[in-house]
C-alpha cells in the first residue's frame, strides 16, 4: 500500500509534467534531446542503460531516466525526469522495477516503449535479469529490434552491436560456469535478495537474511535470527552490497563463524571507468572467495 | 480527564472478555446504528507530508531500521532502536501520548486539535520479492486527524483507528495510507462521547466502546457500515483492548473482561473477576498468542477514593475457553508496565527494577531481569515513570530517575545499549521501518 501511495503521486508528478508540457507553445522536447536527428533512447535503470548504449553505438542516443548514481528503486521522478521519458523517441523499460517510470509512462506515453519482461524471462516478482549474463544478451536483442523498428536505416547496426554485446555476455557466462562449477549447490546468504537469476543460473541456492546492516552491529536478537537462518547452511560469508564495518563483520564472525564480503547487485551506475562487466567480475571473484566450494 | 488506566498507549492487541454471547442488539433507544460519513482530507493542503518527507534526503538503507520515539516535556526526541543514538528531535508543548499510526513510519502524536502523525524517517517499501528500507530526517506532518479530545488509537491487520474521546466519533484508514492526506476515511460515531476505544477485523465489522462520559457500560459489534450487529452491556468501565491470535478481542471491564471472537457474526463472553472489584483497564496482546496479559487492580474502596492502588498480580486471560488466572508478582508496576515478548511471553516492568518475564500459558513468572533501579509510582498518572516497548526481541526501558533509555535482549537479559537524553523520557514507541503488510508479520526478523 505504500507503493500505492508513492504511485498516486508519481502520477501527480507526471500529471504536472503533462500540464507542463501542454503550456509550451514550441514542441517540447526533454530535456536531453537535440535536433540532430539521432535517436533519442531513455532507460529506467542502470542495466537497461548499459545494454542500450552497447546496442546503440552511435547511432542513438541514450540516457537515464533518473540521474547517474540515482537508485533504481527511487520512486518519484521531478517533472523534467517525467517530460524527458514522454519525449523519448524510444523508452526501454522494465515494468516495475521503477513506479515512476511505469507511473510516468502510463499517464504519458512516448512514441515507442520497448518492455523488456518478455525477453528478459522474468521470473514471479525478481526484476533482477541483469545478474543473467545470458537473460540480458536477450535483453540486447529486444533492445536492437526496438531501435531497428524505431529507426530501420540502422537496423544492421543494432542488430550487429547486439550481436558483439551477445558474444562478451557469453564469454562472461562461460567463465561463471567454469568458476563456480566447484560450487555448485553452495548457500550464497545475502543481505538484499538480488541474486536469485545468478543462483539458477549457476546452481546456487540464494538465503536472503533481513535485519543485517553492513555499517550497524545489529541487536542480539537480530543477530539470533540470522544464525537461525544460516544454521546448517556451512556458509562461510555473508554477503553486503557495501563493505562492512569492522564491528559487524566481528559480531557475525563471534555469532556466525562468517566471514563478509560485497556482492554488487548491479542496480547503479559503477564508477566512471568501469562497467557492467567490470563488475560482474569483481562479483564473481567476491562469490569464488567466499562461497563454499 | 482521563484515569491512569485511561492512559494505556497501545492498542495493538486486543482481547476480549468472557463470555456471553449477545444476541443482537438492541436497536432502539437512539444507539442504533451509528452514522457513516467517508471522507477524504482536504487536498488544498499545498504541502502535504508526503512530499515533505520526500524532500528529505532519503538514504537507502540494507535493512529495516526502526527507531525509537520518547516523549518529554518540550516535544518527541527520536533514537536509532539499534544503536539508541538520537536521530532528531522534535519540539511540540503540552503533554504527550504517542501511538503508532501502523504503517511502520509515522506515529501519531495525540495533541491539540487531535492526533497529529510524526514522520519519525524510517521506512520500508515492497520491491518485488523483498523490501527496500529508507531513513531521512524526522520531522512532524501537517496530516492529522481531528480530534476534540484525542484517546485510543488501535492498529490492527492493516486499519487504524483513531477514537475521538470528546465526541466519540472514531475514524478508520488503510494503514498503508495512514500519512496521505488523500487517504479514503472512514468516520463513524458512537451514540455518546466516551473515553472510548473501537477496532476494525479483517471482515470490515467494528468492535468499538458504548458509553457516556460518566458510564463505560459495554461494547458494540458494528457491520462495516456502523450498523449495530451485536452488544455486550456487561462490561462497566470498559476500557482498552488488546488482540489475541485468530481476532480474539479482549476489553478490560472493572469486574473482568469481555473476550469476542468470530469476527461480525461472532460471540462475546464475559470474563467474570475473581473479586467483586476486579479491574482490568490495560492489556497487552500479542497475535500469534491465545492469551492476553492484563493488569489486575482488586481495591474497590482505592478505587472509589480515587487515590492509587498499587497491583501486585497481572491477569492472563486464555481467549480460547475465556478463562483468567491471576499472577503474583514480587512487586507492583503502572499502565506503562506490560508488554509481550517477541514468542508471546508476558512482560512486566515491576517497581522493583525488574523485568518479569511470565510464561503465559502456565501463568507463572519464570525469570525475572534487572534494568533499572527499584523506583515508585507517582501518584499523578502523567508522570514520567519507568516504561516498557518490545520490537523483534528487544525491550526499550526508559528510567526517568536518570533520563536514560536502554535496550534489552529479552532472551538474555543482556541491556546491551543504554543512552542518557537531555530530558525526562516519558511515553516511548517504536516505528519499524517495515512496510505495513496486509496480513502484518512486523515481528519476522528472517527469512530465507
Known sequence: ?293 | MRTPDGATGRPRLLALAPLTLLPLVLAGCGTGAATTARQTAAPADPSPATEQATERAATEQATSTPRLAVTHEGGVTVLDATTLERVGDVELPGYLRLNPAGDGRHLAVSSTGGFRLLDTGTWGEPHGDHDHHWTADPALTDVTYAATEPGHVVVHEGRTTFFDDGTGTFTTVDSADVADPAAERLELQTAAAHHGVAVQLTDGSFVVSEGTPDARTGIRVLDASGAEVSRNDQCPGVHGEAVAVDEALVIGCVDGVLVHTGGRAGTTTKVQAPDAHGRIGNQAGHEESPFVLGDYKSDGAAAAAETLERPTRVSVIDTRDASLRLVDLPSSYTFRSLARGEGGEGLVLGTDGSLHVIDPASATVVRSVPVVAPWEEPEEWQEPRPAVRVHEGTAYVTEPATREVHAVDVATGEVFATTTLDAVPDELAVATGEPAHEHGHAHETASA
Not at chain 1, 62 to 85: I, R
Not at chain 1, 136 to 150: K, N, R, T, W
Not at chain 1, 164 to 192: F, I, K, M
Open chain 1, 1 to 293: 500500500m505504500t507503493s500505492s501511495r508513492t504511485a498516486r503521486s508519481a502520477a501527480a508528478t507526471s500529471v504536472a509534467a503533462a500540464l507542463l508540457l501542454g503550456a509550451c507553445s514550441t514542441p517540447a522536447r526533454g530535456v536531453t534531446a537535440q535536433d540532430d536527428g539521432a535517436l533519442d533512447v531513455v532507460t529506467s535503470a542502470y542495466p537497461l542503460q548499459w545494454v542500450s548504449e552497447r546496442v546503440a553505438g552511435d547511432a542513438a542516443r541514450v540516457s537515464s531516466a533518473l540521474p547517474p548514481g540515482t537508485d533504481v528503486h527511487e520512486t518519484e521522478l521531478a517533472p523534467a525526469q517525467a517530460l524527458a521519458l514522454s519525449d523519448a523517441d524510444v523508452v526501454v523499460t522494465l515494468p516495475g522495477l521503477q513506479a515512476g517510470v511505469d507511473t510516468a509512462l502510463e499517464a504519458s506515453p512516448p512514441e515507442r516503449v520497448v518492455d523488456l519482461t518478455r525477453a528478459a524471462a522474468v521470473v514471479g516478482d525478481d526484476l533482477h535479469v541483469w545478474m543473467d549474463p545470458l537473460r540480458l544478451a536477450d535483453v540486447g536483442d529486444e533492445v536492437a529490434e526496438g531501435l531497428a523498428a524505431a529507426d530501420p536505416e540502422g537496423a544492421d547496426g543494432y542488430r550487429s552491436r547486439a550481436g558483439a554485446l551477445r558474444d562478451d555476455l557469453s564469454a562472461l557466462d562461460e567463465q561463471y560456469a567454469q568458476a563456480l562449477a566447484p560450487c555448485r549447490g553452495a548457500v550464497l546468504v545475502t543481505s538484499h535478495e538480488a541474486f536469485g537469476y545468478l543462483a539458477d543460473r549457476y546452481g546456487l541456492e540464494q538465503v536472503g537474511i533481513s535485519g543485517l546492516d553492513p555499517s550497524v552491529e545489529p541487536t542480539p536478537a537480530r543477530l539470533r535470527a540470522a544464525t537461525a537462518a544460516v544454521q546448517d547452511a556451512g556458509v562461510r560469508t555473508v554477503y553486503f552490497e557495501t563493505e562492512a564495518t569492522d564491528a559487524v563483520t566481528s559480531a557475525l564472525a563471534s555469532a556466525l563463524g562468517t566471514g563478509t564480503a560485497v556482492l554488487d547487485p548491479m542496480e547503479t551506475a559503477p564508477a566512471e571507468g568501469t562497467d557492467l562487466l567490470a563488475t560482474a567480475q569483481e562479483n564473481l571473484a567476491a562469490l569464488r572467495a567466499g562461497l563454499t566450494c
